[in-house]
């Protein structure tokens, strides 16, 4: 199977080459590889050039955007940006960031997942943190679930879902609609990406509030957002920030912010999220 990957990047200049190094190590090579530039004050497009000069697959594109770090929006933007320059000559498609270490079997794996069912629409492995000299599972999301990082989508399933919306929730709104769709969402756990900065390292202190509003736009609906909220603040051991997450909600909500979703598709969200929080009750 031909695959591309885009990499939205911004001051990378400490990962990237890490990242890219692990590409061509790869047992089965991507067909293409976009590197999005975002506004870099540092040596990331250079040494994107360096590896460009080496390896025909891999090119670099430039986008000039805000400085400010707000999670969602700017990221998609700058895959939207890479994703222009490609053609619609391959199977799957991944976002991937340029922080990350993809163990060589990664994408021969990740073939062998969409060949063995043409059900599955996206598959993903898991992603790991260094702590204490040890590599352990940055346990942000439950196991069912593709992290933003690296997400790969087979091409009709993609087309199917609209792509990638610029909004903070993407990455949570892209499976919901894949299982709207019927396709399946696989995660191996034997796929472990090491992940060299750590999720949200970045991110400024306005957007506490913008994942609540995330809850909101993906039509969770006030108990299920709360839920959620409890959830989400414990896994990153800052239970406070639960009151942070419900004021987003109800911000979004007064200000009646642009759903990700339609009707239809909020409706079933709601009913999907109760089944699963069921089946993990009893």
Not at 69 to 95: M, N, R, W
Not at 180 to 203: I, Q, R
Not at 222 to 236: D, E, G, P, Q, W
Request: some cysteine; hydrophobic content about 40%; charged content about 25%.
């Amino acid at each position: 199977m031909k695959y591309y990957i885009v990499i939205p990047s911004h001051n990378e200049e400490k990962f990237i080459a890490l990242t890219l190094e692990s590409l061509v190590q790869q047992t089965v090579l991507p067909a293409k590889v976009v590197v999005v530039n975002d506004n870099s004050t540092d040596r990331t497009a250079e040494i994107v050039q360096e590896f460009a000069q080496k390896h025909s697959w891999i090119t670099l594109v430039n986008k000039t955007s805000d400085a400010i770090h707000l999670p969602g929006s700017k990221v998609i933007q700058a895959f939207q940006k890479g994703l222009e320059t490609l053609d619609h000559d391959y199977d799957f498609i991944v976002k991937a960031d340029a922080d990350l270490i993809f163990p060589d079997n990664y994408f021969e794996t990740i073939i062998r997942h969409f060949k063995s069912d043409e059900t599955i629409g996206m598959a993903g492995g898991f992603a790991y943190i260094e702590k204490n000299n040890d590599w352990i599972l940055e346990n942000l999301t439950d196991k069912d679930h593709i992290r933003g990082a690296f997400k790969a989508y087979r091409k009709v399933c993609f087309e199917q879902i609209g792509g990638l919306k610029p909004a903070m929730g993407w990455d949570t709104v892209d499976e919901l609609l894949c299982n709207f769709y019927n396709w399946k969402v696989v995660t191996d756990e034997s796929l472990k990406v090491k992940h060299l900065k750590p999720t949200g390292a970045n991110y400024n202190q306005a957007s506490r509030y913008k994942q609540g509003e995330a809850f909101y736009t993906l039509g969770y609906g006030f108990f299920i957002t709360a839920i959620a909220s409890v959830k989400l603040a414990m896994r990153k051991g800052k239970p406070l920030l639960f009151l942070d997450y419900l004021n987003g909600f109800w911000k979004a909500k007064s200000e009646k912010k642009t759903m990700l979703v339609t009707p239809e598709q909020a409706k079933f969200v709601r009913s999907y999220r109760w089944k699963k929080m069921k089946e993990k009750l009893f």
